[in-house]
């Protein structure tokens, strides 16, 4: 490097400091260190296909949704996940990835998906637990996220946040629902509650000393709050819902601490964590196989949305 060079990093730096304290947007076409641009796709790539792969656990209960009115709200809600897939791909896009590379990353297993879609959706009330806790976790853990340095991902979040929490509220009045019904329905709420509590504080990731990427996220703006932080806020918004519905989450240690404000909790099983992460979870191969057979059988689409497209640039010239 010349020492014009090296001037002119030093200044594009200083640049890119400011924006961050200043709270401000970075643009795709600002300059930015590698390891922001790395970190970004990383998140936002394991972020996309955390939508995508998270379309099959629900979609699982498409075909046998109990009622019409129960199954168009399923398909809607199946749909928008995609939706927030395509968002995330784009905004990743931005930052110079290429989507097909993102998509044979995930299904080769070189890319992360969220932890929580590897467990399997054994009854229908599965349906309303992922909606209530798992779309809880994603809104508390999004919801800071349109605040992040990135203009691209922090904009998707906002609408996709919007459509979370209709999602958040779909599941707790099929909950609700439930839990007015039979001793048979309110034994299966409580017994999917179950299986989803600790997987659902999974969600937010291992906790902070181990956490390799929490520091720098957070002084970089992408990441506003640590994942224990978040975890914690999730327990507390929780609890009175749980108590409202007449549930119980499965954990002797939970209890009010008046002294710091917040539930206490146990310890999730993070050996449990880290073998659903590794790829050993009970779904983890199933939803690759699902994943690669939809991106192999979808060939043809891309390759007549290819032809078309050069056909178009061909007439146009
Ligand atoms: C908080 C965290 C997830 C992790 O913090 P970071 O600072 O990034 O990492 P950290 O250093 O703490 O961890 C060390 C390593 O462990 C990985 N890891 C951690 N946790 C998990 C996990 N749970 N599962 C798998 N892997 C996990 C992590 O990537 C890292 O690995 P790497 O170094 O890459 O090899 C962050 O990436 C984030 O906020 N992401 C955006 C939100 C988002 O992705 N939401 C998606 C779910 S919501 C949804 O889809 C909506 C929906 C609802 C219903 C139906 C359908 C859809």
Redesign the pocket.
């Known amino acids: 490097m010349t020492d014009t060079e090296l001037q002119q990093h030093v200044e594009l730096q200083q640049s890119f400091d400011a924006t961050i304290a200043d709270e401000a947007r970075i643009e795709p076409r600002d300059w930015m260190p590698e390891g922001y641009r790395k ?1 970004l796709i ?3 790539a ?6 995508i ?3 099959q ?2 979609g699982n209960w498409l075909t046998r949704a109990p009622s019409l009115r129960r199954k168009a709200i399923l398909m809607a ?2 749909q928008d ?1 995609a939706g ?1 897939g395509l968002y995330l791909y784009s905004a990743a896009e931005t930052l110079g990835a290429d989507r097909a590379d993102l998509t044979d990353k995930l299904i080769s297993g070189r ?7 590897n467990y399997p959706t054994l009854t229908y009330a599965d349906v309303g637990t ?2 209530w806790l ?2 809880g ?2 809104i508390c ?2 919801v800071p ?1 349109c605040r992040s340095s990135f203009g691209p991902y922090a904009r998707a979040m906002i609408r ?1 946040c919007k459509e ?1 929490s209709f ?1 958040q509220r779909q599941g707790y009045e099929l909950l609700t629902t439930m839990m007015g019904g039979t001793d048979e329905q309110r034994a299966m709420v409580q017994e999917s509650v179950d299986r989803f509590w600790w997987p659902a504080l ?5 906790p ?1 000393d ?5 520091e720098q ?1 957070m002084a970089w703006g ?2 506003r709050h640590s ?1 224990d932080e ?1 975890r914690q806020k999730f327990v507390d918004m929780s609890v009175p819902q749980a108590e409202a519905l007449g549930v119980s989450f499965p954990d002797p240690d939970l209890a009010w601490n008046a002294e710091r404000g917040h539930y206490d909790f146990g310890e999730p099983d993070w050996s449990e ?1 880290t073998e ?2 590794r790829g050993n979870g009970a779904m983890n191969v199933e939803r690759i196989a699902v994943r690669r057979a939809a991106h192999e059988d979808g060939a043809w689409v891309r390759d007549a949305a290819t032809a078309f497209a050069a056909r178009e640039q061909e007439n146009h010239r």
């Open positions: 970190t990383r998140q936002i394991q972020h996309a296909h955390s939508e792969i998270g379309m656990p629900e809600k199946v996940e927030h890319q992360k998906y969220s932890s929580i879609f992922i909606g798992v779309d976790a994603a853990n999004q996220l996709v979370e999602h999974m969600m937010f990731g291992p902070d181990r956490s390799p990427n929490s996220s992408i990441k994942n978040l964590f659903v992460v």
